[in-house]
């Protein structure tokens, strides 16, 4: 198990489908058995998620998603096979989960996260920083009959993330909340990555899982279809859901052929692609006017001779083209022979809050050969500065502003 957080091996985990149940006691007495059939949730898992890692797990609804958390967390017992896991798990499975209606907010502090192991001297210690993460101060003695579903969600979150346990499973939190929370979600989940710590994570967000995770894991009808990378898995998801990449509708960005999720004639392949925050650390959220250093490795065949790097960045809500931006305009030639890298920085990312897609292509400069394009194959998020004014729109532009006025004399 080292460097193995969790281990599934043979897993299957059934449920009872009853399709004639006794509903009274002379119905019970007389009748010899309930007639129901097995459901196999899970069929023969194997999985492994490595420790510090954060994994999400994708798939349709009815897949297994839910199921297979509740077995790592240990919360169902599989039918056959093992689950081992190293270190102390938090699961946040269901927001909410030990609160009681009629308490205010802290009384429910305290009483979920004692169902979480917590002493109520731990509780004590992290109460002021649960209530700011929350954001209820003004409504910690209310009742939290009478919060808003957002405020109860908030709550909620913030005392299961206080734990600080070795491994966090979470199952649709993500979804759950206004803008600006889910928003403090991604960025909790950010560091928890810099710290080292484990996270395992069902979202129906392909964005969030490619923008969170390092990796990820299909399920489709209780089995695993692919375990790998996070783009690599959420791109063969989505062509599974939407059809053939080939064939879907592209983007022309200039400079860089339109393509579908994945398409070139193979000489160079992009290997590796990483988002590098201002900390040097691996993650997929930012701040507007932070650095942002995109690192893309890559393999070459043979020697085909310079090749130019392209990038496009768009927006994922509406699926605009922001800007792009090449090797190549640059002046900067990229011999592809062997293996390599090229590092893009932007020193102060001028992109506004919100989600963003990227578009990675590799062409020859002398034939304009496509040799791999990664189609909207990336994503990543960017959080709001706290040190710089509000400002509108998608992109940040620095401006000054001069006042004159004169006064005119009755």
Request: glycine share 10%.
């Amino acid at each position: 198990m080292s460097g193995i957080a969790i281990a599934a091996e043979g897993v299957w985990k059934s449920y009872r489908i009853y399709h004639q149940r006794s509903h009274t006691l002379k119905e019970k007495v007389l009748s010899r058995r309930n007639i129901y059939e097995h459901f196999w949730a899970l069929r023969g898992i194997d999985l492994e998620i490595a420790a510090g890692s954060t994994t999400g797990i994708i798939g349709a609804n009815g897949s297994g998603k839910s199921t297979l958390l509740k077995t790592f967390a240990g919360i169902l017992s599989p039918n056959k096979g093992t689950v081992r896991t190293e270190g102390v798990i938090s699961p946040l499975l269901e927001l909410g989960t030990g609160f009681h209606p009629e308490l205010t907010g802290g009384e429910n502090i305290y009483l979920a996260g004692s169902l979480l192991g917590q002493s109520r001297r731990d509780i004590k210690a992290r109460f002021d920083e649960i209530v700011d993460f929350a954001g209820v101060e003004k409504f910690i003695d209310a009742p939290v009959k009478n919060y808003s579903s957002g405020m109860y969600a908030r709550l909620a979150f913030a005392v299961a993330i206080s734990v600080e346990p070795d491994i966090l499973i979470i199952d649709e939190v993500l979804a759950v909340g206004d803008e600006e929370f889910q928003m403090k979600c991604h960025q909790r989940m950010a560091e928890f990555r810099a710290q080292g710590r484990t996270v395992v994570l069902v979202s129906h967000s392909s964005d969030a899982i490619r923008s969170l995770c390092s990796h990820a894991a299909w399920l489709s009808e209780g089995v695993v279809k692919e375990a790998g990378r996070a783009h690599d898995v959420v791109a063969s998801y989505l062509s599974s859901v939407h059809g053939d990449p080939e064939h879907a509708p592209a983007l022309q960005i200039e400079g860089i052929p339109a393509s579908g999720t994945k398409t070139g004639s193979g000489e160079v392949t992009i290997t590796e692609v990483s988002f590098i925050d201002r900390n040097g650390i691996s993650s997929g959220n930012f701040r507007t006017n932070e650095p942002l250093t995109l690192v893309i490795r890559y393999r070459a065949t043979g020697a085909v001779g310079n090749i130019s790097c392209g990038v496009g960045v768009f927006s994922s809500v509406n699926l605009s083209y922001l800007f792009g931006v090449s090797t190549a305009a640059a002046g900067i030639d990229v011999l592809a022979h062997g293996e390599g890298s090229v590092e893009l920085t932007i020193p102060e990312l001028p992109l506004l809050r919100g989600n963003y897609l990227v578009t990675i292509a590799l062409v020859s400069t002398e034939t304009a050969q496509s040799f791999d394009v990664h189609d909207r194959r990336y994503s990543f998020f960017v959080f709001e500065n706290p040190d710089m004014p509000p400002t509108a729109g998608m992109v940040h532009v620095p401006t000054t502003w001069k006042v004159t006025s004169s006064t005119v004399a009755a």
